[in-house]
């Protein structure tokens, strides 16, 4: 099993693109997460999913849009990127068996110039 | 909204010490995980507690919770340089299903 997997993991974007981060994970786990993590301030929800088809904003959900179209890929979406979004993004996956324990990805290092 | 502060936020001890770091949160959470991070890695999971009074040790380290106090311990026991990393703290509020929120992690440095 490889767990979670995240692509690419690392990107360089200019102010104004855009771009799409994707996660897959082959446990069959129902809930999925994107994270983003700053210097200092911990890990930071941006959106998750309790299942196919679904998401929900989290802490920090402006700028970034997701989709959840199968089980196993969870895809964090940005706009038009800003100098704000330069961060570590983390994504994690979860189900009830585990007691919820978040198992997680690489990581994905963006920098927006 | 539960906050999440951890202390101390940076360690730095010598090999062969030990010390505690703690996990205070402030609103209402049945459970409570415990993660490392490596610098430049992701994070790796190492403790669940699920209830009150939960104690769980590993090696060198062992978690304890205690709910009412919304206080949960990471001691380290006779510290090894390989146990130098970020480890940080993620109760999970009741009512927020299957969400954590994760404190700001205390950085770890063991000197030899």
């Known amino acids: 099993n490889a767990g979670v997997t995240q692509t690419p993991k690392f990107r360089v974007l200019k102010t104004g693109q855009s771009m799409t981060l994707l996660c897959a994970q082959d446990m069959n786990h129902e809930y999925m997460y994107w994270y983003r993590q700053d210097p200092g301030m911990g890990l930071r929800l941006i959106h998750y999913?309790?299942?196919?088809?679904?998401?929900a904003k989290g802490e920090v959900p402006d700028g970034y849009n997701v989709s959840r179209l199968k089980k196993q890929n969870f895809l964090l979406g940005l706009e038009s990127a800003a100098p704000s979004q330069t961060s570590v993004y983390f994504c994690?996956?979860?189900?009830?068996?585990?007691?919820?324990?978040?198992?997680f990805g690489p990581g994905t290092r963006l920098t927006v110039t | 909204e539960l906050k999440v502060e951890q202390n101390p936020l940076f360690l730095s001890m010598q090999e062969g010490k030990n010390y505690t770091i703690y996990c205070n949160y402030s609103?209402?959470?049945?459970?409570l995980y415990w993660y490392r991070q490596d610098p430049g890695k992701s994070l790796e999971s190492l403790f669940v507690l699920l209830s009150n009074g939960a104690v769980k040790q590993e090696g060198r380290l062992m978690a304890s919770l205690d709910t009412k106090a919304r206080l949960s311990t990471l001691h380290i026991t006779a510290a090894v340089h390989d146990l130098s990393a970020t480890y940080f703290c993620a109760p999970r509020p009741e009512t927020s299903g299957s969400r954590l929120t994760f404190g700001e992690g205390t950085q770890l440095t063991v000197n030899p």
């Open positions: 609103t209402t959470s049945d459970r």
């Open positions: 994690a996956s979860s189900f009830f068996g585990t007691f919820y324990e978040q198992y």
């Open positions: 999913s309790v299942g196919e088809g679904t998401t």
